[in-house]
């Protein structure tokens, strides 16, 4: 009797133990959660035109040499913040692999957090842990007012002066004229459909989400972030002109009320809310979601894996997020950081990341490149036109960010907390 | 017995002994101090470091938290009387009812098994049902809850791709499956939990002798009754004592909703305060964090009284 009770104290001793280090990779499970699934998923080509990277047997013109000065200093290895399909090293598609060419050049190795949301970004910055981040325009203006990222100097760049200009010192990339990283790329959230589902018409209105009683009702995938409250007031700027909505970020109190109603009566159609992109990539293999707001990479993924969908810009606009590479003010290893950031934003390298991604690249010379004058065209990557209508993501503050001065507008802490209770 | 010789006065033990020699309060004191200061220290220290950090002001432009004080934090965790708050408490309601649900299920599956284990078991076979049953405890809680979400996933719909679609195992071997929900939520609790639930009430059992039962018998008690009034009274402490893991590790729980729950609702408590810290807005997760901390301080006071804590 007495062995047994020993045998079980043991046991329970240890057990607490193993249970507590379970625990304590718990604690980062949200966030890792995206790695080990991604990981998961299997391996699909997307069904754009690819540039054809090999020219010569074996040899690809990546179009770029490191900086001499930052590669002899290079550290070993970088720590950065990306978003899915931002720093893919071959394990998802071995057709698309930037990484360990990047990694031979330079020899730094290349560490990815991914981040699902720009709050999660802001988040891991301010930990002081990574070198630097992709940040969408929601995340930057929190990064440079609160420190987390240092002013860069494009003489470092080679690629800096290939940037479209149209991306350069843009409000959401620069403080007092002076740069605070590297334009990555853009693109816009669409309306993903199932093909099936909406075999009676594709939908061309932002309304297939927000009406009840279409063919996705109750199978509705929404982007779990606060900073979908613009997509809500986007589609009130075209459905209820009356509330004199002129800029989705910029909401006084009673535009904002009017959004979180809407987001309230979408809540009764919605099946979902995600913030892991493989969640949507798998509900809509598995047919669960029939309509959502999505990226171009979860469309082309869960393509490629058989979902029969479509996606499409509709015609109220859209929200969509022109995304810079920062370098953070606590960085251990800033050159390979830097080589990094001019890396990426290289003509070869851009042009593989926007097919993947599916966005705009920021590389004019990109747009030159094998194979790249259809995805540019596709993506207007050079029409500054075709962006009037996309919103990018951006800070909501308290002085309205469409240039009103006789109301306040909703700060962003607000919509969090807005969002918080819309989503309990 | 006495020590030899000269050799020992330059053993270092031996000086170690003299030092302690008729000085009892200076061997408790260095046995005691080291975790007593860890635990004051590092525990009870970040415990108020939190509560304070409730009360600073986060700045909007920086989402950092500032130094400067304000209670708007706590009003935004604990005033009731405005209704976005009421929602949040609802939220927190819901949570320690999955808390006692499973603590109750818990109970109600751990007492059979520790009674059989403890009672009818051969004891070969007794060691080999207990480290059998501590045996999940050794896997990773992330490996466990994502075998729990490829068990209960539903099968696809009828617009499902080909080759996609399938159930988990439980759909596939029973037809049928609670899917990603609040059902899905408690099960898997259950599951993660149910050990710390059965090793106390075993142990509580081993200390019962088997006389008790015959006792009971021979005065004419069935089984039932024999259970309900002979063992569940003196089991009550070694089920508080298991109730104790099984309400608050459910209680503050963040990764298993996320994980089984059908990504609509955010049903748990401990899933609010961690998008809170994401969001991020570290001030305002530390207010609603005092919330689960009183709930458990009173669960815990309530345990003490049913003697929980003579049989942890």
Redesign the interface.
């Given at each position: 009797m007495r062995n047994t009770r020993t045998v079980a104290a043991l046991a329970v001793a240890l057990a607490f133990v193993a249970a507590s280090c379970g625990d304590d990779s718990g604690s980062t499970a949200t966030t890792a959660a995206p790695e080990t699934t991604a990981a998961a998923t299997t391996t699909p080509a997307p069904d754009t035109t690819t540039p054809a990277p090999e020219t010569t047997a074996g040899a690809v013109d990546y179009q770029w040499t490191p900086n001499a000065d930052l590669l002899a200093k290079a550290e070993g290895q970088v720590n950065i913040v990306a978003w899915a399909g931002y720093a893919e090293d071959g394990s998802t598609d071995p057709a698309y692999d930037w990484v360990t060419p990047f990694e031979k050049l330079t020899s730094c190795q290349v560490n990815v957090k991914t981040g699902g949301t720009s709050d999660e970004m802001v988040q891991l910055m301010q930990s002081g842990e990574y070198d630097g981040v992709s940040a969408s325009g929601d995340a930057t203006q929190r990064l440079m007012s609160g420190g987390e990222v240092v002013e860069i100097d494009p003489a470092e760049y080679s690629s800096y002066a290939d940037i479209f200009d149209g991306l350069k010192l843009q409000p959401w990339n620069s403080q007092g004229g002076k740069p605070y990283g590297i334009p990555h790329g853009r693109g816009a959230n669409l309306l993903v459909y199932n093909t099936e589902a909406f075999s009676a018409g594709a939908p061309d209105s932002w309304g297939a989400m927000f009406e009840p009683g279409g063919p996705a009702d109750g199978a509705i995938s929404v982007y779990d972030s606060p900073i979908y409250i613009a997509d809500a007031a986007l589609y009130l700027k075209a459905t209820k002109p009356e509330l004199g909505i002129t800029d989705p970020y910029a909401l006084d109190q009673t535009q904002f009320d009017a959004a979180i109603a809407l987001l309230k009566q979408q809540k009764a159609i919605t099946s979902q809310y995600w913030g892991d992109y493989t969640v949507q990539q798998a509900s809509l293999e598995n047919g669960d979601v029939l309509a959502g707001t999505t990226w171009q990479v979860i469309v082309n993924l869960a393509t490629a894996n058989g979902a029969k969908i479509a996606a499409v810009k509709p015609k109220e606009g859209a929200t969509g997020w022109s995304d810079t590479w920062m370098l953070s003010s606590k960085a251990k290893n800033p050159n390979c950081m830097k080589l990094w950031m001019d890396w990426i934003a290289s003509p070869w390298a851009n042009s593989q990341v926007a097919v993947w991604f599916g966005e705009a690249p920021s590389n004019a010379k990109s747009c030159a490149l094998d194979g790249m004058a259809e995805h540019c065209a596709t993506f207007h990557a050079a029409e500054d036109d075709y962006w009037k209508d996309v919103w990018y993501w951006t800070t909501a503050t308290e002085a309205c960010l469409d240039g009103r001065t006789d109301v306040k507008c909703v700060p962003y802490t607000e919509w969090v907390n807005a969002w918080n209770t819309l989503r309990s | 017995m006495t020590g030899g010789g000269t050799s020992g006065s330059s053993h270092p033990f031996r000086a170690l002994n003299r030092a302690f020699h008729g000085r009892r309060r200076l061997g408790v004191a260095s046995t005691l101090g080291g975790p007593l200061a860890w635990m004051l220290v590092v525990y009870i220290g970040s415990l108020l470091l939190l509560v304070v950090s409730a009360l600073y002001r986060?700045?909007?432009?920086?989402?950092?938290p500032s130094h400067t004080f304000t209670w708007a934090n706590l009003r935004?965790a604990f005033d009731i009387t405005d209704p976005?708050v009421r929602?949040?408490v609802?939220?927190l309601v819901r949570t320690v009812g999955v808390a006692l649900l499973v603590t109750l299920l818990c109970a109600l599956i751990a007492l059979p098994v520790a009674f059989f284990v403890s009672k009818v078991a051969w004891p070969w076979i007794?060691?080999g049902i207990?480290?059998a049953m501590?045996m999940p405890?050794?896997?990773?809680?992330?490996v466990k809850?994502?075998a729990w979400r490829a068990m209960v996933a539903?099968s696809?719909?009828?617009?499902?791709?080909?080759?996609?679609?399938d159930g988990g195992f439980l759909d596939a071997t029973f037809g049928w499956t609670p899917g990603y929900g609040r059902a899905a939520i408690v099960v898997t609790l259950v599951y993660f939990w149910l050990?710390y639930m059965v090793?106390p009430i075993?142990?509580g059992l081993?200390r019962m002798p088997a006389s008790l039962l015959d006792a009971a018998g021979d005065l004419g008690a069935r089984p039932f009754r024999t259970f309900r009034s002979v063992i569940v009274p003196l089991l009550l402490p070694a089920i508080a004592a298991g109730s104790i893991f099984t309400f608050s590790l459910s209680l503050g729980d963040?990764?298993v909703p996320?994980l089984v729950n059908?990504?609509?609702?955010?049903f748990m408590f401990g899933t609010?305060i961690?998008?809170?810290?994401?969001?991020?807005?570290q001030p305002?997760a530390a207010a609603y964090t005092l919330w689960p901390l009183l709930i458990v301080v009173l669960y815990l006071l309530a345990m003490k009284r049913a003697g929980a804590f003579e049989n942890l």
């Open positions: - | 986060l700045d909007p432009q920086t989402q950092k935004a976005d929602s949040t609802w939220v007794r060691r207990v480290v501590l405890l050794w896997a990773g809680y992330l809850g994502y539903p696809g719909g009828k617009f499902a791709a080909s080759g996609k679609g050990p090793l075993y142990a081993d963040y990764i996320q059908n990504g609509k609702e955010k609010l961690n998008s809170t810290l994401g969001a991020p807005n305002l």
